[in-house]
């Protein structure tokens, strides 16, 4: 178990459709990152946030967007869903950008499947 | 463009077989390269990590080899077990960014 969890664990919904993926970081960690991973793509990086602020964008389509609350956990909201949505998203946590161990801990994912 | 190049996609090793898997990046500034193992509907767990002022680093059966000049790195895995049997990603960074990850190889130990 990594510390990191996500929710919810499995996600179903429809074209057009608007989704939230939950993600609460290891205790103590400042930073969140947000992957894709799909079956031809691998584990593409979506976003950072530390301490509440965006730190750096990855291929994140503008109908996704995510947040870092002040209780650290992060929302990543996907609309206007389409079907090459579908794929499993992760949630990763580190302890600071800013030296020291740079090793994200990764969540159990969210699959999310379009239909 | 793809920055991290893993291969093979897939591999199939015979039990207490050693198991390779391959890297190459295109980014010299890149310096951490870590390895990361996957089992199905599990998140990615660190496995083994490396920076580039070593050539090699051992932790129990999984060696990472790195060779600078060549800007590849390697993972053996010795005495490859049944369940060493899941997918393993390559990854590299500099600094504090975020990991830029390879496709992955999906690695299946036989009996």
């Known amino acids: 178990d990594s510390g990191v969890t996500q929710t919810p664990k499995h996600l179903i919904t429809a074209t057009g459709q608007r989704v939230t993926l939950r993600c609460s970081p290891r205790?103590?960690?400042?930073?969140v990152y947000w992957y894709q991973q799909s079956l031809d793509q691998g584990l593409q990086f979506l976003i950072q946030?530390?301490?509440?602020?965006?730190?750096a964008k990855g291929n994140i389509l503008e109908r996704f967007s995510a947040q870092q609350f002040p209780d650290l956990h992060s929302e990543l909201n996907l609309s206007s869903l389409e079907l090459g949505d579908s794929a499993l998203y992760f949630c990763?946590?580190?302890?600071?950008?800013?030296?020291?161990?740079?090793?994200?801990?990764f969540g159990p994912g969210t699959r999310l499947t379009v239909l | 463009q793809q920055q991290v190049k893993q291969s093979p996609q897939s591999l199939i090793v015979q039990k207490g077989g050693i198991s390779i898997i391959n890297c190459a990046y295109e980014?010299?500034?890149?310096?951490?390269f870590p390895w990361y193992q996957q089992f199905p509907g599990k998140g990615p767990a660190l496995l083994i990590a490396?920076?580039?002022?070593?050539s090699e680093k051992k932790e129990g059966r999984f060696t990472i080899s790195f060779n600078k000049s060549a800007k590849q790195f390697s993972l053996h895995i010795m005495d490859s077990q049944p369940g060493d049997s899941a997918t393993y990603f390559c990854?590299?960074?500099?600094?504090?960014?975020?990991?830029?990850f390879g496709k992955g190889t999906r690695l299946s130990v036989i009996a």
């Open positions: 990763a946590s580190t302890r600071s950008p800013m030296g020291g161990d740079p090793r994200p801990y």
């Open positions: 946030y530390y301490n509440g602020e965006e730190r």
């Open positions: 980014n010299t500034a890149f310096d951490y």
């Open positions: 990854a590299a960074s500099v600094g504090n960014t975020p990991l830029v």
């Open positions: 205790s103590g960690d400042l930073s």
């Open positions: 490396i920076r580039p002022d070593v």
